[in-house]
């Protein structure tokens, strides 16, 4: 009985019908990630369909299928070379491709010019929950392909519950500004010019609210604590010069505002236009300031001592998604009879007090430390005569290898990777500010099944050669077969036929 179902069971796996089902599956799931790719982005479809555990499958079942069809034509002959050959490249292949799906690693690197870093932010997001002084320390895995309301499975003795409400893989943020005693201050701006006009809070201490980029300038709040610091941030003292000083003024581009909070609830502002700052003076409730960036103007429409950002986030539309569109996640976290709602975008931490106890959450991308380091010594990029497209960019980095004890330079192009200690470092975008590039961003990626799928698809290739170009060679034993086979059948013929003759020859005589 277990014969039979070991029979059976062998026929099917190397059957052609399963065959033809998992090709043609194989085949549609690509389809599938090729759509989902093209709508939603890479990292989208490596989750829901390449990186998904349905799809190894698919793969496993085509490798066995392959495996039994090459072992029901045992015991093998001269005629079956080309094939076996072939079956075995393409079952290389497939190991090749599930190695590379258990194990393989993608991520990017941002380095800016004349710094190092060995720093690799990989695909995989995670959200890391904490109460410090109960012993709550945990890392969850998060998909974005996965937006289902899920309990977090926090200790038995932790003090709050945690779920997540939603996942969303490519967000845009709503912001409100409430009004809160524990809040922070803000200003209401109103910038006009001729890309048409706008209104944005700053909010002093928020990540998002407190440093803004808004067309052809960067807008900052700072907060004076003392007429000591104001003073000093009143002053023309270039950023680059004041490195030793009591107090440090904020890096910005060549167009910028800075609106300072002073004491008493004063407000200045320093303008900064094409490098060079041209204006500063006291800040006026409802008059119009000319800012020099072509017919920008701005003026100050409101300004609360405290305020609080109350963002929520929403789905980007299909025609507006961007590659930098941060994934978001919303978060509900519980102690008694005290509910907090929590928003955060990827790489980013928040604090909150429930019931009086601080829970720390922060939404983050797994990092991964290479074996080596770069140091970006020099960025160029070429762009296409006439316009600010990129045509091609390179840059030149030190790699620093301390298992080697060795240190060298090296070119990374488009279509000239790095590859050292099994990862291989490509060109993959660069960052600029006012048109000047100031880091190189670098795709980088661990292939361990690369070798064995090479090889696979050279033994591939060579099984698909010997099958139609060798086949003369492949037949010769078959024919030399056929020929004697015939030869023998003849001459039984011809001598039964001869012995016929002689008998019907000898009974004539006799009579």
Not at 102 to 121: E, I
Not at 160 to 173: G, T
Not at 289 to 297: A, F, I, P, S, V
Not at 338 to 353: F, G, H, M, P
Request: aromatic share 10%; charged share 25%; glycine share 6%.
């Amino acid at each position: 009985m277990l014969q039979f179902i070991s029979y059976q069971l062998f026929r099917f796996f190397s059957s052609l019908k399963l065959a033809v089902f998992t090709i043609v599956l194989l085949a549609s799931s690509l389809a599938a990630g090729t759509i989902i790719e093209s709508l939603h982005g890479a990292q989208i479809a490596r989750d829901s369909v390449y990186h998904a555990r349905w799809f190894a499958f698919i793969l496993t079942m085509l490798s066995i299928n392959v495996a039994c069809a090459a072992l029901s034509r045992l015991p093998w002959k001269r005629r079956h070379t080309g094939f076996v050959i072939t079956h075995t490249g393409i079952i290389l292949i497939l190991a090749g491709s599930l190695l590379t799906l258990a194990y393989g690693k993608n991520g990017q690197m941002a380095v800016r010019v004349d710094q190092t870093s060995n720093l690799v932010l990989l695909d995989h997001q995670f959200l890391h929950l904490q109460v410090p002084g109960k012993g709550i320390d945990a890392l969850f895995p998060v998909n974005p392909r996965k937006n289902k309301s899920r309990h977090l499975p926090l200790a038995p003795w932790s003090p709050v519950s945690a779920r997540i409400v939603e996942v969303i893989p490519k967000a845009k943020s709503v912001s409100r500004i409430l009004d809160d005693d524990r809040g922070a201050p803000g200003v209401l701006l109103r910038i006009t010019g001729m890309m048409g006009e706008m209104k944005e809070w700053l909010v002093y201490g928020d990540p998002v609210r407190e440093h803004l980029n808004v067309g052809p300038a960067e807008i900052l709040l700072l907060y004076a604590t003392s007429e000591e610091e104001l003073n000093f941030l009143m002053n023309d003292l270039a950023p680059e010069k004041t490195s030793d000083k009591k107090f440090k003024f904020p890096e910005s581009g060549r167009n910028a505002l800075y609106v300072i909070m002073a004491p008493q609830g004063k407000l200045y502002y320093r303008l900064k236009a094409r490098g060079v700052f041209t204006q500063k003076g006291p800040l006026f409730k409802g008059v119009d300031y000319r800012t020099g960036w072509m017919d920008y103007k701005f003026s100050v429409e409101d300004y609360r001592s405290n305020v609080v950002v109350d963002r929520e986030y929403e789905p980007v539309s299909r025609g507006e998604e961007r590659e930098d569109n941060p994934s978001a996640i919303h978060i509900l976290v519980e102690r008694k009879r005290d509910v907090k709602s929590v928003w955060l975008e990827i790489n980013e931490k928040k604090t909150i007090e429930i019931e009086g106890l601080p829970v720390r959450l922060n939404f983050l991308l797994e990092r991964e430390s290479l074996p080596f380091s770069l140091k970006l010594l020099k960025f160029d990029i070429a762009r296409y005569e006439g316009t600010d497209n990129p045509m091609s960019y390179e840059s030149q980095v030190e790699v620093n290898d301390p298992a080697k004890q060795k240190t060298f330079t090296r070119e990374i192009k488009m279509n000239r990777p790095l590859k050292l200690r099994g990862y291989t470092v490509y060109q993959a975008a660069f960052q600029e500010e006012e048109g000047v590039p100031v880091a190189s961003v670098f795709a980088v990626a661990k292939d361990p099944g690369i070798a064995i799928k090479y090889l696979g698809s050279i033994i591939l290739v060579m099984g698909i050669g010997i099958q139609f170009f060798g086949r003369r060679w492949l037949t010769r034993e078959r024919v030399k077969h056929v020929t004697t086979t015939t030869s023998a059948s003849f001459n039984t013929v011809t001598r039964d036929k001869v012995k016929s003759e002689e008998v019907e020859l000898v009974e004539n005589v006799k009579k």
